[in-house]
C-alpha cells in the first residue's frame, strides 16, 4: 500500500525543515545548528570575561565594598530587559536580525568597559555590563533557534548541541582573560575587553551565514493567548526549574571569585576555576539531549537540581583552593542538566507559531529572578561570609525539588505540533 504523505512536499510533512530566511529552499538543519554551536563558543565568552573580571574591577572602583558585584548585577538585569525586545524582534524580523542586534551588542560592551577601566569610572563599567546582559540574552536563544531547525524528536539533542559549544566559550573567555588582563600595565583589564569586542565581531560573521525561518502570518498573530499558555502546570513547573537552576549557578558564582580573593587566591587561580565551571556548565551538553530522550526531562532536571546540592555541600567542607574548585565544577554540571531539561519542557509546552513568545517569556523570568540572586549575592557575602551564602541556596533548591515531584505525579500532556 503506497504512502499518502509520499506525494506531499517536504514542507508539509510534521516536523520537516521549515524555508530559510532566504526563500531558496529549506533550511539545512545540521549547518544552522553547527554555525549556531560555533558562535555560541564565540559569544558565550562574553559572559565570561564579565564574571571573572566584574567583581574584581568592581571591587577596585565601587564607592562601596558591598557595590562589588553590582555590575555582574546589571549584567544580569541587562539579560532580563533585554529578552523580551530580543523577542519581538525575532518575531517580527526573523532570529538572524535579533541575533546580530545582540552582537552588536556584545562590541559595545567590550569598547566602553575598556573605557570605564581607563577612566576608572565604576559607572560607565556598570552600564557596559548591561548591554554584555543584552548580548547573553540574545545568545541564549540560539538554543531555542537550533530546536526551529530540526524535525520534532531531535529537538533536545539540537538544543543540547549548541550549548555544548559553551565548551569552547569556558576555554576561550578565562584564556583571553589571563593572557591580556595585564598587557596594558596602568589599565588592568583594558586590553581584555577590547579582545572580547574583537570576538563578538567574529561570532557576527558566523551568524550572518545562519539560514533560518521567517516569521509567517501565524507566527505574527496565531497561537493562543499567552497567559493561556502561562498556565499550564508542566510550563510553570519547567520555568520555576529553570529559574532555580540559573538563579542559584549565577548566585553562586558571583560571588566566588570575590570569595577566593578575600581567602587570598590569586586571579589566575579564579580564572582557572571559572574555566573549568564554564566547561563544566557546557560539556554535558555533547549527551544531555540523549539523556533527556531517553529518561525524560524531568529526571534530568531532578539529577541537575541535585548536584547543586553537592556542589553547596562541598563547598560547606572547606576553604581550600580544591575545595573552590569542585564547588565550581559540581555547580557547573548541575546547571547543565537543571537549564538543559528545563528548555526542554517549555519545547513541550507550546505549538510552533507561539514558539518565540513562549520562549521569550520563559528566558524573561528566568533572568528576571537572576537579577535578585545576583544583587543579593555580594552583600551577604561582604556582611555574613561565604558560608551563609551557600546555605541560602537550599532554600530555592527545595521550592524546585517539591514542583517537580508534583508535576511528576501526573503525566504531562504534549501540545500537538500544529
Not at 541587562?78 to 542586534?101: D, E, K, N, V
Not at 552583600?379 to 551563609?388: F, T
Request: charged content about 10%; glycine content about 10%.
Amino acid at each position: 500500500m503506497s504512502n499518502p504523505a509520499a506525494a506531499l512536499p517536504e514542507e508539509s510533512l510534521p516536523g520537516a525543515p521549515v524555508r530559510a530566511e532566504t526563500g531558496t529552499g529549506t533550511g539545512t538543519g545540521t549547518g544552522n545548528v553547527l554555525r549556531l554551536a560555533l558562535a555560541q563558543a564565540l559569544a558565550g565568552a562574553n559572559s565570561v570575561v564579565v564574571y571573572a573580571t566584574g567583581a574584581v574591577i568592581g571591587s577596585q572602583l565601587a564607592p562601596s565594598p558591598a557595590f562589588a558585584t553590582l555590575p555582574i548585577s546589571i549584567f544580569v538585569v541587562g539579560m532580563a530587559a533585554c529578552t523580551l525586545p530580543a523577542g519581538r524582534i525575532a518575531r517580527a524580523y526573523g532570529r538572524r536580525t535579533a541575533f546580530l542586534a545582540g552582537t552588536a551588542s556584545g562590541v559595545l560592551v567590550g569598547l566602553l568597559a575598556a573605557l570605564a577601566v581607563v577612566l576608572s569610572s565604576f559607572w560607565l563599567f556598570c552600564v557596559a555590563t548591561f548591554f554584555g546582559g543584552a548580548y547573553a540574552a540574545v545568545v541564549l536563544s540560539f538554543r531555542f533557534a537550533a530546536a526551529d531547525c530540526v524535525a520534532p524528536e531531535r529537538r533536545p539533542r539540537a538544543l543540547s548541541a549548541v550549548m555544548a559549544g559553551g565548551v569552547f566559550a569556558g576555554v576561550i573567555g578565562p584564556q583571553l582573560v589571563s593572557h591580556t588582563m595585564s598587557l596594558w600595565p596602568a589599565h588592568a583589564f583594558a586590553a581584555t575587553f577590547l579582545a572580547q569586542a574583537a570576538v563578538a565581531a567574529l561570532s557576527a560573521v558566523v551568524l550572518i551565514g545562519v539560514r533560518l525561518p521567517k516569521p509567517t502570518p501565524a507566527d505574527l498573530s496565531g497561537g493562543r493567548p499567552l497567559p493561556e499558555i502561562a498556565r499550564q502546570p508542566r510550563f510553570v513547573t519547567a520555568v520555576l526549574c529553570g529559574v532555580v537552576s540559573y538563579l542559584l549557578m549565577n548566585f553562586l558564582m558571583t560571588a566566588a571569585p570575590l570569595a577566593m580573593h578575600l581567602c587570598g587566591f590569586t586571579q589566575d587561580d579564579a580564572n582557572l576555576g571559572l574555566q573549568w565551571h564554564v566547561i563544566a556548565m557546557y560539556a554535558p551538553s555533547f549527551f544531555t539531549g540523549r539523556l533527556i530522550a531517553r529518561f525524560g526531562a524531568s529526571r534530568v532536571v531532578a539529577a541537575g537540581l541535585s548536584l547543586t546540592a553537592v556542589a553547596a555541600f562541598v563547598g560547606l567542607s572547606g576553604l581550600d583552593l580544591a575545595h573552590f574548585w569542585a564547588f565550581l565544577v559540581l555547580l557547573g554540571l548541575g546547571w547543565n542538566f537543571g537549564f538543559v531539561g528545563a528548555s526542554a519542557m517549555v519545547l513541550e509546552c507550546h505549538r510552533p507559531e507561539e514558539r518565540t513568545r513562549v520562549q521569550s517569556l520563559n528566558d524573561f523570568v528566568v533572568f528576571g529572578t537572576m537579577a535578585v540572586g545576583s544583587f543579593s549575592s555580594g552583600g551577604l557575602l561582604a556582611r555574613y561570609g561565604w558560608d551563609v551564602v551557600l546555605w541560602v541556596s537550599f532554600a530555592p533548591l527545595a521550592v524546585a525539588v517539591a514542583a517537580l515531584s508534583l508535576s511528576a505525579a501526573s503525566r504531562p500532556v504534549r501540545v500537538a505540533e500544529g
